[in-house]
C-alpha cells in the first residue's frame, strides 16, 4: 500500500476541544505524554506480550522515541485487545518508527491484522531511509464488543522482530464513511490530502476525530483561498474546515486535470470522496457547475459548488494504475472548477471471523488456564496462517474450530463449563498438562471423536454424560485423580476405546484398556 508520511516533528495546534474519543498508546513507554493536545498513554494495559525499547536519537517527538518489538518466533501474532461499544466504528493508526533499535540498520518487513482480517505489509525501509517515520489507517466496524490490532511474521521478516511506536484507536460518528457496509468491508487508507497549500498536516484539534490531511501542492494549477468557512455537520464525513482553506482551479473555460493520488493503484475497488467549495465570498453568485470524471468515466454530472461547500464521493469505484480527475466546466461557466480535498481508501473484503460460539469459549478457556500459548490473542481462527497455537479451523467464512490440541505445554487452571459450546470439535487433546478440577458435560458436544484428558490432575467423577457423545471414539483418561469407576452406560458404548487407571477400571479389569466391538 502506498502511503504519505508525517515527519518527526510536531503538528500545529489551534484551538481546544474535548478530547477524542478512544485509545492512544505510547507504545513502550512507561507514562503517558501529550501531542496536540491529545494523551498517550503506556500501553501495557492492552497488550501482554513483547518487549520495549528507546531510541536514542535527538529531535524526536515522544511517540516515536519509545517503541515495543516482539521478537517471540513461536507466536503466529501479537494482539493488543480493546474494550468497543458493540456495533460501532474506529479509525485505526498504526504508527512506526524503527530508529535501528535492533541494531542491524534493517527495517523488519510484517504484517499487521484487524480482527480475523490482514489489514496490509508494513514496510518502512523507504521511509526510514529519509527520517522519516511511517503511518497506515483504516476504518473498520466491530460487531463484538472486542477490537484487536494485530502484528505477524510474514516470509519477509526473517530474523527481525515485529515494532509499533504508536497505536491510535479513534471512534467515529455513525454517519461517517456510511456508504460502506463495515460489516463485509474494511476501508485502508491510500491518501488524504488538503489541496494547494504547503504548510502543516491538518490534524487534531482542527479535525476532531484525528484524522491526518496532508498538504498536496501541484505547480501545474493555480491556488485559490477561501473566504467563507464551511459547517462540517453539513457533510457525512464531517471534515474539517481547514481542509477547505486552498484548493486548485482552472481559467474560466478550462479543465482542471488532477493526477491524484500522485502514484500509480493496484487494480481494484476504492472508497473516493471529493470536497469542494467555491471560495468567494457568499453571494447569489458564489457557485460553480462542472462535471466530475474519474480516469475518464463520469463521477458526477453537473455538480453545482457554493460556498457551502459539497462531498461527493463512490463506494466501490475501480481504479488502476495512474489516476487522473477531470473538472470540465459548464458551457457558458462564469469561473472555472474548484477542488479542496480529497481521499482514498481500498475497500478490503471481510476477511472472516470466528464463530462467536466458539469465539468466547476459547476466551474463556484462555481465562481458565494458566500460561496459555503467548500468541492465544485476537481472533482464534483468522486469518489462517495466524490462527492461535493448537487450534486447527474450518475454512468457512466463519470459522468453527474442529481441533484443539494443547498436548504437554505445561497448561495448569481448569476446563470452563463453556467449552462444551464448540459444537463443531472433533479432536480435543489436553494430555500432558496440570488441569485440575472436574471435567465438565461435554454432551452437547456431539461431533467429538477424540478426547484425550491423560496425565493431568483431574478430580471428581468421571462423567456419564460422556456416553452422549455418538461420535465418541478414544477417551483417555488416564493418569488423573478421579474417582470411582467408569460408568456403565460408557463400558455399553460400541467402538469406544477407553484408557484409563487401573484404579478406574471396572473389577476385574484392571489391564488400563478397554475396547468394546462394534457389533
Known amino acids: ?19 477524542p474519543r478512544g485509545f492512544f498508546l505510547n507504545c513502550g513507554s512507561s507514562s503517558s505524554t501529550n501531542l496536540n493536545e491529545i494523551d498517550y498513554t503506556p500501553d501495557q494495559e492492552f497488550i501482554s506480550v513483547g518487549n520495549t525499547t528507546t531510541i536514542k536519537q535527538k ?6 522515541s519509545t517503541l515495543r518489538y516482539f521478537p517471540d518466533k513461536s507466536s503466529r501474532k501479537h494482539c493488543y485487545n480493546f474494550p468497543v461499544a458493540k456495533t460501532s466504528k474506529y479509525l485505526i493508526r498504526t504508527t512506526y518508527y524503527y530508529g535501528n533499535f535492533d541494531g542491524k540498520n534493517d527495517p523488519p518487513v510484517f504484517d499487521q491484522i484487524v480482527g480475523g482480517t490482514k489489514w496490509s505489509v508494513v514496510n518502512t525501509s523507504e521511509d526510514y531511509a529519509k527520517g522519516q517515520s511511517s503511518y497506515y489507517e483504516i476504518i473498520v466496524g466491530v460487531p463484538g464488543k472486542r477490537l484487536s490490532v494485530c502484528l505477524a511474521k510474514n516470509a519477509h521478516t526473517l530474523s527481525s522482530s515485529p515494532f509499533i511506536s504508536a497505536l491510535d484507536v479513534q471512534s467515529l460518528e455513525d454517519t ?90 493496484l487494480a481494484t475497488k476504492y472508497y473516493v470522496a471529493l470536497y469542494f467549495q467555491d471560495n468567494r465570498s457568499p453571494g447569489p453568485m458564489s457557485w460553480r457547475a462542472f462535471d466530475v470524471s474519474v480516469n475518464g468515466l463520469s463521477f458526477l454530472r453537473k455538480l453545482n459548488v457554493s460556498t457551502n461547500g459539497v462531498m461527493v464521493y463512490s463506494g466501490q ?13 459548464a458551457k457558458d461557466a462564469p469561473v472555472g472548477p474548484i477542488i479542496n480535498a480529497a481521499e482514498v481508501f481500498q475497500v478490503l473484503p471481510l476477511g472472516g471471523t470466528t464463530n462467536i460460539k466458539d469465539a468466547i469459549a476459547m476466551e474463556d478457556l484462555l481465562e481458565s488456564i494458566k500460561k496459555p500459548p503467548v500468541d492465544w490473542s485476537g481472533d482464534p481462527c ?124 471396572p473389577s476385574p479389569n484392571k489391564t488400563g484398556q478397554i475396547r468394546v466391538a462394534n457389533s
Open 317 to 329: 469505484w475501480p481504479l488502476s494504475g495512474q489516476t487522473q480527475i477531470t473538472l470540465t466546466p
Open 59 to 64: 529531535d524526536l517527538i515522544p511517540i516515536l
Open 382 to 505: 483468522l486469518p489462517r496462517a495466524n490462527s492461535w497455537t493448537g487450534l486447527t479451523c474450518s475454512k468457512e467464512k466463519i470459522s468453527r474450530v474442529i481441533s484443539l490440541n494443547l498436548t504437554n505445554l505445561g497448561l495448569s487452571g481448569s476446563l470452563p463449563p463453556s467449552i462444551n459450546k464448540m459444537t463443531a470439535l472433533k479432536d480435543l487433546w489436553l494430555g500432558k498438562n496440570k488441569l485440575t478440577g472436574p471435567i465438565p458435560d461435554l454432551s452437547p458436544m456431539t461431533r467429538l471423536e477424540t478426547l484425550h484428558l491423560e496425565d493431568n490432575q483431574f478430580t471428581g467423577a468421571i462423567p456419564e454424560s460422556l456416553a452422549k457423545l455418538p461420535n465418541l471414539r478414544t477417551l483417555s483418561l488416564k493418569n488423573n485423580k478421579l474417582n470411582g469407576t467408569i460408568p456403565s452406560v460408557l463400558l455399553q458404548r460400541k467402538g469406544l476405546t477407553i484408557q484409563a487407571s487401573p484404579e478406574n477400571m
Open 176 to 265: 461517517m464513511y456510511n456508504s460502506t457496509d463495515l460489516g463485509s468491508y474494511k476501508l485502508s487508507l491510500i491518501a488524504r490530502n488538503s489541496f494547494g497549500g504547503d504548510g502543516e498536516i491538518i490534524s487534531y484539534p482542527d479535525d476532531k476525530y484525528n484524522r491526518l490531511w496532508q498538504p498536496f501542492l501541484d505547480q501545474k494549477h493555480p491556488t485559490v483561498t477561501s473566504r467563507s468557512r464551511i459547517n462540517p455537520s453539513n457533510f457525512w464525513n464531517i471534515p474539517p474546515p481547514e481542509a477547505f482553506v486552498e484548493g486548485f482551479t482552472a481559467s474560466k473555460g478550462k479543465p482542471l486535470e488532477l493526477q491524484w493520488p500522485p502514484f500509480p493503484l
Open 1 to 19: 500500500m502506498s502511503l504519505f508520511f508525517f515527519f518527526l516533528l510536531c503538528f500545529s495546534i489551534s484551538h481546544a476541544l474535548p478530547p
